[in-house]
Structure formats: structure tokens, C-alpha cells
């Protein structure tokens, strides 16, 4: 059995559920990067060409070169040009340069199949349309040797199995944020890219508000459960027209940042009990000017923006004292 080897990187914390199982359904073995420490960034850092480039990007070379050593057949690490475009009223639905460019990065920097003998497979697919994302992932899987018939069938799994995840995330967070709304307890939106979920990315800002006796939701609370599940329908829930992308001093045309938008939109007319905290890696492009509009709409609504910067230095302590500060003025102005 072939074993593909997939980094656990970048957009591949929202992609990998739908990878996964169509490579599984195909017959291949999936082997996935473990979960990112500073041991396994201290093992990529040499080859990182960039020391301006976001802290993320620095850990996808830490993750190629564990997959290496762990020695897979193949390694496979798509270019991802646009993600699924999730409300009408935005512009577009682009990866950023980085996320969708650093496959060529690392054939570049790393160069897997030179160097170390394993084939470096980096298709280019988007995620905008189901049948252009059908026959790129055909064109690829059917150079593996993989019958049309097989893959077919695989692809419908894997299609549906990515909904059905994203349906049952979306709709937990939906049901606490209703809990919370209904209790006027404090709820925090932590709005960020899908990769901050890396707990040496976010620095376990989760965890920290959790201890502090807080709901933390992530910005996916305001997607549609039901999105990719009809693909082909001409339906659209009225939230999702996106109206609010067309007031923006910006061309809304980012996949992720376009969430963090759309998370402070609704954040903006929830009442107070509900705030938003933006992560931001030092070094990401287009979060220099879509956190001034993202601070312009909070507070136009009379609410706190609060950016977390975060890099490869951990600072726990430092999180947790502005965290707990940010707690307790919010809990102050409320008594009054």
C-alpha cells in the first residue's frame, strides 16, 4: 500500500477531512504530520527562506522534513489557488500568496524528490467549484493508476464527509453561542485563519480563555451548516448574500480574512456579552489593512478590538495578563 504523506499546515487544517478520506477510499495509506512543536520547527528553520514570512509558513518546512524521515512514498501538498466562496456579496474567494504559493516554496527550498528521493506531488485545485475540483483531483488521483469508476465514488464520500464535519462544528459552536446569548455570560469569537488552530500558533489562547471561565467560539459560528451540501442549488440563506462585503474600504477577494470581516459584522450587532479577539502572525499581508476594517466596524458598534500578535516567541503570560485585563474592563463596564 502506498503511503502518501500529508503536512499538517496552512490550509490543510480545513482541507485535510476531505484529502483524507478520498485517499483512504482510493486504497493509499494517509500519513499525517504530527502536531507542531518547536522540535519539529528547529527541524525546517534552516531551509526557511524568508525570515519575514509568517511564523505558519515557517512550520510547513519543519512538517515536509518530519515526513521525510517518517519516509513516505509520496508526499502530497496541493496548490490550493481559491477556497469555497461563502457569501455572494464578497468578491472573490483567493488563498493568499503564501498559503497557495508555498508548495513551490518547498519544492524550491526543500526540493523532497531531488534531494531526498520521495516524488512531491503539488496538483493545483480550488475548492470554488465542486467540477473543477473534481477533474483536477481526477487528473491527479487518475496518474496514480486509480480507475475513474473508484475515484468517482471515492470523491462523493470524501465530499460529503467534509460537510458533514464542518456541519456538526458549526452547529455545536451555533448552540453555545445561543446558550450564551440567552445567559449573558461572556462569549469570545476568537477570528483568525484555520491554521491558528495550531496550538504553537495561537499559543493555547483557547485554553487560556477556558481557564478563565470563558466560551471561546472560533469565527466558523457564523458559516452556513448547510454550504457544499447542494452545491448546484440556486437557494441562499439571507445572512449568507453577504450584503456588509459591499460597505468595506477593500476588495473582500481573501478566502480567510473575509470570515474575520464577516465574524466582526455579526459580533457588531450581537449584544455586548459577545466579543471578538483577532489572531494575527506577524507578517501576514493582507491582515495589514483588514484589521483596520475589522477595527472600524467594532468600533463603529462600541466594542473592543483586540489583536493577539503572535509569532515563534512564546509569550503565555504576557496573553493570559491582557486577556484577563480585557475580562475584567468588560465585566467592570457592565456592573456599571
Not at 13 to 20: C, K
Not at 162 to 170: A, F, G, H, L, T
Not at 276 to 297: A, K, R, T, W
Not at 303 to 309: A, D, G, I, M
Request: charge should be neutral; glycine fraction near 8%.
Amino acid at each position: 500500500m502506498i503511503r502518501i504523506g500529508i503536512p499538517r499546515v496552512l490550509n490543510m487544517y480545513e482541507n485535510y477531512p476531505f484529502w483524507h478520506t478520498l485517499f483512504a477510499e482510493c486504497g493509499f495509506e494517509v500519513v499525517l504530520s504530527p502536531e507542531s512543536n518547536m522540535e519539529l520547527y528547529q527541524k525546517g528553520i534552516s531551509s526557511v527562506m524568508s525570515d519575514n514570512i509568517c511564523f505558519p509558513a515557517k512550520l510547513v518546512h519543519g512538517h515536509i522534513i518530519w515526513l521525510i524521515e517518517a519516509k513516505v512514498d509520496r508526499i502530497f501538498y496541493p496548490i490550493v489557488q481559491k477556497e469555497a466562496k461563502e457569501w455572494d456579496g464578497s468578491s472573490n474567494s483567493y488563498n493568499c500568496p503564501v498559503v497557495s504559493g508555498y508548495p513551490e516554496v518547498i519544492r524550491s527550498a526543500i526540493n523532497p524528490e531531488g534531494n531526498y528521493g520521495i516524488p512531491f506531488d503539488k496538483p493545483v485545485v480550488s475548492f470554488h467549484d465542486i467540477d473543477v475540483l473534481r477533474r483536477a483531483a481526477y487528473e491527479y488521483f487518475s496518474g496514480l493508476g486509480i480507475d475513474k469508476d473508484i475515484f468517482l465514488r471515492a470523491f462523493g464520500i470524501a465530499w460529503d464527509f467534509r460537510n458533514k464535519m464542518k456541519k456538526e462544528m458549526i452547529i455545536e459552536q451555533k448552540a453555545l453561542l445561543d446558550k450564551c446569548l440567552m445567559s449573558g455570560e461572556l462569549v469570545f469569537i476568537v477570528a483568525g485563519r484555520p491554521y491558528h488552530a495550531d496550538s504553537l500558533v495561537n499559543q493555547k489562547v483557547g485554553q487560556i480563555l477556558a481557564d478563565l471561565g470563558i466560551t471561546a467560539l472560533t469565527d466558523d459560528v457564523f458559516l452556513d451548516p448547510h454550504a457544499g451540501e447542494k452545491p448546484n442549488a440556486k437557494y441562499r440563506l439571507l445572512h449568507l448574500l453577504g450584503d456588509g462585503f459591499k460597505r468595506l474600504n477593500m476588495v473582500s477577494q481573501w478566502s480567510y480574512p473575509n470570515r474575520v470581516v464577516h465574524a466582526a459584522m455579526e459580533v457588531a450587532k450581537l449584544p455586548d456579552n459577545v466579543q471578538l479577539i483577532q489572531l494575527n502572525s506577524f507578517g501576514c499581508g493582507p491582515d495589514s489593512f483588514y484589521m483596520e476594517e475589522v477595527g472600524q466596524i467594532l468600533r463603529q458598534a462600541g466594542k473592543n478590538h483586540t489583536v493577539l500578535r503572535i509569532d515563534e516567541i512564546a509569550s503565555p503570560g504576557s496573553i493570559r495578563l491582557r486577556i484577563r485585563s480585557l475580562i475584567e474592563s468588560l465585566r467592570t463596564v457592565k456592573g456599571k
